[in-house]
């Protein structure tokens, strides 16, 4: 039996493209891309000339019993996003849940992901965090907000240049002002930065200078407050 291959893809600079990598997507009869425009120039760069399928959060419902008895007949496949690993804040859960349930082999590459360097260049507690991905836009943000108030962990978002003005501000209120904070940017590429301070000073960096690119958003978890001696 065949299996499906999560293929982790570059997030900004090409030369993190494993050899690994390259050689299964070399080797597989399908590739289920998120944008085959956006994986096509992928695929091009390195000499790939595998098919590609289109495999995105609009069609994963409709296409996963397919493509797992694809899989099973005999057509081994890899699963790539738009960039980083598959199934991270993108689409590859949903078919590598229903391989597992169909005894279906999985196996994912080691490879590119925005959290881990962004939480590692934070400067904030790593040796234990959470992942939050993107907040809900309307419904559950402040549930969520309210939950996370009393997370002690290091907590990682990602969000958009056009919503994190909005992001930060709601910080503010939530998790105060003066809570710790990173924000990286552009990872991997040719702008890449990091801003680091409280939740306030990064507030106002943004604010005076609009950001642009991919963003991941650090957070301090909450201060461990004793209690005052009697």
């Known amino acids: 039996m065949s299996k499906l291959y999560l293929v982790p ?23 289920l891309a998120e944008d085959t425009r956006t994986s096509g120039k992928l695929l091009k760069h390195f000499e790939i000339e595998t098919p590609m399928f289109s495999h995105h959060m609009h069609n994963e419902h409709k296409t996963v019993a397919v ?3 694809r899989i099973k007949a005999g057509e081994p496949m890899a699963l790539i996003s738009d960039a980083g690993t598959p199934a ?16 279906v082999s999985i196996d994912c ?5 925005a959290f881990v360097p962004a939480l590692v260049n934070s400067g904030l507690p790593n040796d234990k965090f959470i992942f939050e ?15 996370l108030q009393e997370e002690p962990r290091t907590i ?12 930060l501000q709601d ?30 000073e990064v507030l106002d960096h943004y604010t005076a200078q609009p950001a642009k690119g991919e963003i991941v958003i650090v957070v301090g978890g909450k201060p461990n407050v004793k209690a005052p001696k009697k």
């Open 9 to 31: 893809t570059p997030i900004g600079n090409l030369e993190d493209m494993t050899i690994r990598a390259i050689r299964v997507l070399k080797e597989v009869s399908l590739i």
């Open 67 to 69: 493509l797992v008895n």
């Open 88 to 103: 991270i804040s993108d689409p590859g859960f949903l078919l590598s849940r229903a391989c597992i349930e169909a005894g």
């Open 109 to 113: 590459l080691p490879g590119a992901t």
């Open 133 to 147: 991905g993107f907040l809900p836009v309307k419904k559950g943000r402040q549930t969520r907000l309210t939950f």
């Open 156 to 167: 990682i978002f990602y969000e958009s240049p056009h919503k994190l003005l909005r992001t």
């Open 171 to 200: 910080f503010c209120t939530y998790f105060g002002p003066e809570r710790p904070l990173s924000v990286s940017r552009e990872i991997t590429k040719l702008f890449e930065e990091t801003i680091r301070g409280t939740v306030q």
